[in-house]
Nanobody, 127 residues
Framework: QVQLVESGGGLVQPGGSLRLSCAASGLTFSTYTMAWFRQAPGKEREFVAVINWSFGNTYYADSMKERFAISRDNGKNTVYLQMNSLKVEDTAVYYC????????????????????WGQGTQVTVSS
């Protein structure tokens, strides 16, 4: 049974930082491409970042690539999201997601691509 468990969310002031973690179990982690999405109240789920399984290549949403960094530790079956210079508009529930196989050229920013999801962790940016 695949489980993705996010942690590290919380309340932070604008300009602050947080590091989210997503611990995976029940799958061969090193063979999965991992991503972070977020969803604010009343909005659709939004792509944040992805890191692929093979070479660790990363891809970010334009609005976050200067402030966020995704990484993975295959030895710990964990993917991370380092978030810096946080803004009020970054407030959302953050989800990690996993996918193993997809066709060349697939849209890695589409939530529909992913097979497994965590339960989410709340990030609130407020003064």
């Amino acid at each position: 049974q695949v489980q993705l468990v996010e942690s590290g969310g919380g309340l932070v002031q604008p300009g602050g930082s947080l590091r989210l973690s997503c611990a995976a179990s029940g799958l061969t982690f090193s063979t999965y491409t991992m991503a972070w999405f977020r969803q604010a109240p009343g909005k659709e789920r939004e792509f944040v970042a992805v890191i692929n399984w093979s070479f660790g290549n990363t891809y970010y949403a334009d609005s976050m690539k200067e402030r966020f960094a995704i990484s993975r530790d295959n030895g710990k079956n964990t993917v991370y999201l380092q978030m810096n210079s946080l803004k009020v508009e970054d407030t959302a529930v953050y989800y990690c997601a996993a996918v193993r196989t997809y066709r060349s050229g697939a849209n890695l920013s589409s939530p529909r691509l992913y097979d497994y999801w965590g339960q989410g962790t709340q990030v609130t940016v407020s003064s």
